[in-house]
């Protein structure tokens, strides 16, 4: 940035700018087996959704519902889903104050509202351990992984990236997700007809959490 407003925290890291949006929550609210927006998201990439369950919960075909520049909702297909709160974040800003601070680009792209809160990535879980691979029919294979996750930190797990199949060596795997509470631990399941690689599992589950 050759000129134009910049904020470095104590570690001299860059916390805002007049050229890069943060990543900011446009909605937060409940949700059961899914929830509608309380109004359409205008991108054309999907917001990301960020869940976290009240308690041991499952994310199974996860869908995104509506269509590029106009998202509308979210719906989990998982029969033992649990209510939880979600929130929708962007790299892009609303107009929500009624006094203090806003902040455009140079093509007058809205970047900073101070009444928008933000949300920060807090956690990458990409480390997972095989537990359990059973063939429950035949031509049906089910794998299960887990990765350690401390939940007492409030943090909100991303599902756009559960929301698609992981592909084995010749078919693809379809994804569950769940929350182990007790244990704290995510239970990733996958199902298919068994050519998938016990160590070939590169999803990276993404947590983020607000901050004022």
Not at 42 to 58: G, W, Y
Not at 118 to 146: D, E, H, K, M
Not at 167 to 181: A, E, I, L
């Amino acid at each position: 940035m050759t000129y134009g407003l910049k904020f470095t925290n104590t570690s001299d890291v860059v916390t805002l700018d007049s050229e890069f949006s943060r990543l900011v929550i446009l909605y937060s609210a409940r949700y059961n087996a899914g929830a509608f927006f309380p109004s359409p998201i205008t991108s054309n990439e999907p917001p990301l959704i960020f869940v976290r369950p009240d308690n041991t919960a499952s994310f199974q075909y996860i869908r995104l519902i509506g269509t590029p520049g106009n998202w509308t909702g979210f719906s989990n297909a998982h029969p033992a889903n649990s209510p939880g709160t979600y929130f929708l974040a962007a790299y892009a800003s609303m107009e929500t104050a009624t006094y203090g601070m806003r902040l455009w680009d140079g093509a007058s792209k809205l970047l900073f509202d101070s009444g928008t809160p933000c949300a920060q990535f807090t956690l990458v879980a990409a480390s997972w351990t095989l537990i359990s691979l059973t063939n429950p029919s035949p031509g049906r294979y089910t794998y299960i992984f887990s990765t350690p996750v401390n939940f007492s930190s409030g943090d909100y797990m991303m599902i756009n990236n559960i929301a698609m199949d992981i592909p084995g060596q010749d078919t693809w795997s379809k994804v569950t997700c769940g929350w182990d509470y007790p244990n704290n631990r995510i239970l990733l399941t996958l199902s298919n007809i068994g050519d998938f690689r016990n160590d070939a599992l590169f999803l990276n589950l993404l947590f983020a959490k607000r901050i004022s």
